[in-house]
């Protein structure tokens, strides 16, 4: 006789071992996305083909930076784990782990990068 | 089938767009003479691409990730619904890119 239910067999089991997470952050940060672009859009969208100054004053202001590094930080963490999805959907073996590492380090270096510039045009 | 294909297709497109605009917000924070060779590409005839296409791939990527939670919801999987849901992501990416450029 097992003594282990049917249910706690399986659970942890999925292809990726944790998919219903996965999904369920890519719901989370597709409704945030869903908020925070069309007013990213519009920030950066304004800022863009103006002068130096005009970009460096947008970006120091609270509102406009803060909802840049959203943008960063929520759609490089969504872009990650999409990524992922599709690099397991063609990719097998050490190919697909080298190319999931690739994407998940590309999107943290984007991020950095965002962040770094924010703060600099802060101080 | 193609508007699923191209949910993945503009998504994960959409990171060349992302780079060249976190390249051109880093350029503006380390020197005006960075900013203008970065500002330079953005503004050029190629960055006017990326970015125009980048609006649409955003904007389709966005009213599919809506379909996908409607669909998640356990609503609008009859076919003629789903079929509607598909035209609906074609055109309005394409209405929505419209007023971006309008707009912005």
């Known amino acids: 006789m097992r003594y282990l239910t049917d249910r ?32 990213w859009v519009y920030i950066f969208g304004s800022a863009l083909g103006q002068g130096h100054e ?4 947008t970006f120091a202001r609270p509102f406009p930076a803060i909802v840049t590094g959203l ?48 703060v600099r045009i802060a101080l | 089938m193609l508007t699923s294909i191209l949910t993945r297709i503009t998504g ?5 767009g992302t780079m060249l605009a976190v390249w051109w917000l880093l350029s503006a924070a380390v020197s ?11 503004t050029s005839w190629f960055g006017d ?7 649409w791939a955003l904007w389709y990527h966005y009213l599919a990730g ?7 919801a356990g609503r609008g999987l009859d076919i003629p619904t789903a079929e509607k849901l598909g035209w609906a992501c074609i055109i309005g990416s394409v209405v929505l890119t419209v007023l971006t450029i309008v707009i912005v």
Do not use: C
Not at chain 1, 14 to 35: C, D, K, N, P, R
Not at chain 1, 88 to 116: C, N, P, Q, W
Not at chain 2, 12 to 16: A, S, T
Not at chain 2, 66 to 72: A, C
């Open chain 1, 8 to 39: 706690k067999r399986a659970v942890g089991k999925g292809a990726g071992h944790s998919g219903t997470e996965h999904h369920w952050y890519m719901q989370v940060s597709a409704v945030a996305l869903a908020f925070l672009l069309p007013v």
């Open chain 1, 54 to 57: 005009a970009v460096m004053a």
């Open chain 1, 71 to 118: 943008v960063l930080f929520v759609s490089m963490r969504h872009f990650a784990k999409g990524a992922q999805m599709m690099i397991e959907d063609y990719a097998r073996g050490h190919t697909k782990k080298a190319l999931v590492i690739a994407a998940i380090s590309l999107s943290y270096v984007v991020m950095a990068t965002g962040f770094y510039a924010l």
């Open chain 2, 12 to 16: 994960n497109g959409l990171i060349v």
């Open chain 2, 32 to 42: 005006p003479e960075y900013f203008a060779v970065a500002d330079a590409v953005a």
């Open chain 2, 49 to 55: 691409l990326v970015f125009t296409l980048s609006a």
């Open chain 2, 66 to 72: 809506i379909r996908h939670l409607i669909y998640d």
